[in-house]
């Protein structure tokens, strides 16, 4: 789809067709989400289609898992009318945090932080990012923002992935995303239909 299109109809996830697939081999993702930011339209559905599960709920804090987590975490508490709170990359934070170790999607062992002078007891907080594949990262999140006495609303990524994690996070918190259920089977294999159009397109 090219990224300034927008359907006449726009179905629930009709954006999900603008994100690429890998073109650089196995040291990357399997596929870029962050080219339907680029579609204005795309951008604002992905953002209400996140929000839907959520309406009625009391969420004082949005916090946004680094890097992707941050254009999709910020776009959600700016629409929401709330606040941003950055959860970091170990390393990267110049004051006190808590830190969390974690294994990412790829299996490598890494660490994230949050700072220790925003997050308190009562505190809601909606936690984003752009994926969740292996669930490790959102797990460490959740438990940095809930060691803190914070409470965790809920979870809202583009995809969650039926693996073992995205179902540890489904059957604890109160969840949202954007995959719609009859193309869930295309993202948990890793391989969407929408990508031969990108083949099409290169093939020219």
């Given at each position: 789809?090219?990224?300034?299109?927008?359907?006449?109809?726009?179905?629930?996830?009709?954006y999900l067709d603008l994100m690429a697939p890998n073109v650089k081999?196995?040291?990357?993702?399997?596929?870029?989400?962050?080219?339907?930011?680029?579609?204005?339209?795309?951008?604002?559905?992905?953002?209400?289609?996140?929000?839907?599960?959520?309406?009625g709920e009391t969420i004082d804090l949005v916090a946004g898992i680094?890097?992707?987590?941050?254009?999709?975490?910020?776009?959600?508490?700016?629409?929401?009318?709330?606040?941003?709170?950055?959860?970091?990359?170990?390393?990267?934070?110049?004051?006190?945090?808590?830190?969390?170790?974690?294994?990412?999607?790829?299996?490598?062992?890494?660490?994230?932080?949050?700072?220790?002078?925003?997050?308190?007891?009562?505190?809601?907080?909606?936690?984003?990012?752009?994926?969740?594949?292996?669930?490790?990262?959102?797990?460490?999140?959740?438990?940095?923002?809930?060691?803190?006495?914070?409470?965790?609303?809920?979870?809202?990524?583009?995809?969650?992935?039926?693996?073992?994690?995205?179902?540890?996070?489904?059957?604890?918190?109160?969840?949202s995303h954007c995959v719609p259920s009859h193309l869930q089977p295309?993202?948990?294999?890793?391989?969407?239909?929408?990508?031969?159009?990108?083949?099409?397109?290169?093939?020219?």
């Amino acid at each position: 789809m090219d990224v300034w299109t927008v359907p006449e109809k726009r179905q629930k996830g009709w954006y999900l067709d603008l994100m690429a697939p890998n073109v650089k081999g196995p040291k990357y993702a399997w596929l870029d989400p962050s080219r339907l930011y680029c579609n204005k339209q795309g951008l604002q559905d992905c953002i209400e289609d996140l929000l839907e599960p959520f309406q009625g709920e009391t969420i004082d804090l949005v916090a946004g898992i680094d890097a992707m987590g941050f254009i999709l975490g910020s776009a959600i508490a700016t629409s929401l009318g709330k606040g941003f709170l950055a959860i970091r990359k170990s390393g990267h934070l110049c004051v006190k945090t808590h830190s969390q170790d974690y294994t990412d999607y790829s299996g490598r062992e890494k660490a994230m932080e949050v700072r220790t002078d925003v997050l308190k007891a009562g505190v809601r907080v909606l936690i984003v990012d752009q994926w969740v594949e292996t669930g490790g990262t959102m797990k460490a999140a959740i438990k940095l923002v809930e060691q803190q006495g914070a409470v965790v609303v809920g979870v809202a990524a583009v995809c969650i992935e039926n693996s073992e994690g995205g179902h540890w996070i489904r059957e604890r918190y109160k969840h949202s995303h954007c995959v719609p259920s009859h193309l869930q089977p295309q993202f948990d294999q890793q391989s969407l239909q929408s990508f031969k159009a990108f083949q099409s397109i290169e093939s020219l």
